[in-house]
């Protein structure tokens, strides 16, 4: 760096630092090297004190070292941005708690201690909100504080008056000792706007006005500005128990339990707001345009980017909360919320603007965002943002190219939804034109389709409908405006737009998902698109309406299941919620519940859009109901009063459907539960800590909450059915199965187990789950009595469900799927014992062919039952998903109706 480029990024180019190394040369060498923290602003004051200054004076030249110290580290050394951001953050809690204690201490003087009923002092907590609450401060910012007492009550002196008069006398003693200008200047401007009422409210209150107010009059705006709020001083009732009092009344007032897209209009009223005041501001002064914070693509839009996301989802995903912008914006990325493109961009951006903003704020200690208009302050300015020097224009065009990155995600995270029409008609669209019309206006029917708007006309004048404000109706509108337009433009079939309308009928009252959909238009044209394919994705989204935010990420179409990241997001956000001190069981029990229908429609999307297979289908809901199963199995212990030992020596075990990895939408999982009391001091303890737990565990699983169901459990495969336990022990399984004592098990559960496995628990117990299951399978039996009872029981299954007459029933019909389940289930019965390959649960598909292979059918059989049985699958999942009979013409299906009896005939023969 050249003499010239040294002495341009000197600090004492700052005004402001030129005046305090005049005024304070001597006190300068009483801070420590390096970047102050709160114990040694705290000491530095004591020594100001020491040298005779009063506590007034300490607290404004501790300011002003501090503030020069900061100049040298960011302009000279290039500190990073957090480093400077920290130190205000401490230099402000640390002369907040100085100056409380004064103040307690004069009011105490004056009117006796503020005490509860036990004798303690009452708390006054002093909220840091906006950046001091995210601790990221700036060098010349004013500080946003509310003040909030505990509770009630009168001081005990000989003129004793309300804790409201005492603590409002705390206040404004606080201001003049923070906010005052005197001769050595102020510690910070004090801005007490943001508390409840504004300026017309009161300068303290107490918890219960806090409270009162949050209910009633609390506005959608302020949850932006509380969002980032945390008790800054006095610093030891920081994360006390008391004070976490006040932060169960903030969370639900910021955090909705919901997705809440209804705060999209009211951020884009303030933002407007904003906006038209700078532009007001900057009226006939060209200057104020280059407004660092407040203009267009400026600081506040990143802000405003974050904070929106966080309000939306945060109810829901604890683990995207924090005050800070920058932390917010990895988590965001983390969580799949935003790009990480987008978030790198953005947080390069808001450090560009945070450093330049620094650097206008140095120049003389004002609380001011302009770019200067001098070219030796640009210039100065310019060379102390780049490491080996910079020029002005580079340093404008770095500028100019991070506000345009901003204000373009800005506009397209909130302004998309903002709008009215679009325009003009196209494609001979009568409705794709003009503004937005309420949902019962007969100019907006009249520009409906033919059937859509008969629909509507009708709807239209239901009571519901009547009763909803005048926005709400203007919503609606606009969605089927937006419907007819899909139409149109061939993005949806007719059908698909009646469907909405049905969808949207028992959701009038809920109007987050309806705002969800007027904020996000990309959302309801995919909605629209999956509609049009099947039927059965509108019950399950009539069931689970949240789960519509996913139609928001793209990326989800073209993934698959991950029980790894899936069950690791689980746990993040288990411990975001035991941070947040709201990890209750109802909270978890909702948890897995919504994030399973989150998972299970993430796949009902691919699977209706072609991108997966029937065997992918259920591969992935296989996989999910696993995962499931073993986080509510950790989970559910880790809770339970009885446990006795750090994880539980117990499996479940899935049969059926989930054991043959087939399961399909809305399968029950059939399982069984076993433990292991092996090395147990006490068996019969641990029958009944074991039987406790999996009736939680069902509970767990089954109870139908706010959020809706998990699963349907079935365990009437356990040892003796419904009349036996409903746990058992490992040992009592595998007497149970081998045939060892007077209880063994039948055939028809031998038939069973061999789609058996363990889904989750104890791999130890697996291990010896999978032991039981082979010596079953490879025990000697006798062909003809085997063929004749599994012969027998087919039969007893096919009565059971009897079909019409000249239809086929790819499942129950002769020739159908369940002809091939029973079929594998004798060769595996009778030939695993010489044919171990058979042993392993790999699916029928699989077994046919190692079947065919190990000559156990002719050639050709197997495989041809193999290729009809994944077809019947096929047909049943799509007749399904399109809520269709599942009995087809016969002629449809002949084919693999033939091939299957073939298998028939070659395993039980023509019988």
Known sequence: MSAVQSAAVSAAHSRFVQRIRRRYEAERALLPPGAPGFETIVALVATLRERGRELPSALRVARQLVLERLAVLDVEQAAPLDTVTATMTWLAEATLDLALAQARQDADERYGAALDAEGQPVDLWIIGMGKLGARELNVSSDIDLIYVYEDEGQTTGERPVSFHEYFAFVAKRLYALIGETTEDGFVFRVDLALRPNGNSGPPVVSLGMLEEYFQVQGREWERFAWLKSRIVAPRAAVGTQRALALRSLVTPFVYRRYLDYGVF??????????????????AGRPERANDVKLSRGGIREIEFIVQLMQVVRGGQFPEIRTRSTLRALGKLAAGGLMSAETAQRLADAYVLLRCIEHRIQYLDDQQTHLLPTGDEDLAWIAASLAPDGGDTGTMLDRLCEARETVAAEFDALLMEGAGGGNGHGR???????????????????????????????????????????????????????????????GGCTEQAALRFVDWVEPL???????????????VQRRLLRLLGLARWPMQYLMRHPGVIDELADTRLQHQRFDRESFAAELEERRAAWDRAGECDEERLLDMLRQAHHAEVFRTLVRDVEGELTVEQVADDLSALADTMLAVTVRWAWSGLRQAHREQPALAVIAYGKLGGKELGYGSDLDVVFLFDDADEADPARAQEIYGAFVRKLITWLTLRTAAGELFDIDTALRPNGNSGLLVTSIASFERYQVGRGSNTAWTWEHQAITRARCAAGSPALATAFDATRRAVLVAERDPQALREEIGAMRRKVRDAHPVRAGRYDVKHSPGGMMDVEFAVQYLVLAHSRTHPALIGNLGNIALLHIAEDGGLLPAGVGRAAADAYRELRRAQHTARLDEQPTQFEPEGLAPQRDAVLALWRAVFGAG
């Not at 494609?427 to 409906?448: A, F, H, T, V």
């Not at 009038?508 to 990309?522: H, T, V």
């Open 265 to 282: 209009e009211g951020l884009r009223q303030l933002h407007r707001k904003i906006r038209d005041e700078a532009q007001r501001r900057a």
């Open 427 to 489: 494609n001979g669209c009568r409705q794709c034109g003009g503004g937005p019309l309420p949902i019962d206006s007969e100019q907006l029917l009249e520009k409906m389709p033919p059937a859509l708007a008969e629909r509507l006309r009708h709807w239209a004048t239901q009571p519901r409908v009547q009763a909803l404000r005048d926005e709400s109706r203007l919503r609606l509108g606009r969605l089927m405006q937006a419907a007819a337009r899909g139409i149109a433009d």
């Open 508 to 522: 009038l009252r809920r109007e987050s998902y309806l705002a969800l959909l007027a904020e996000r238009p990309e």
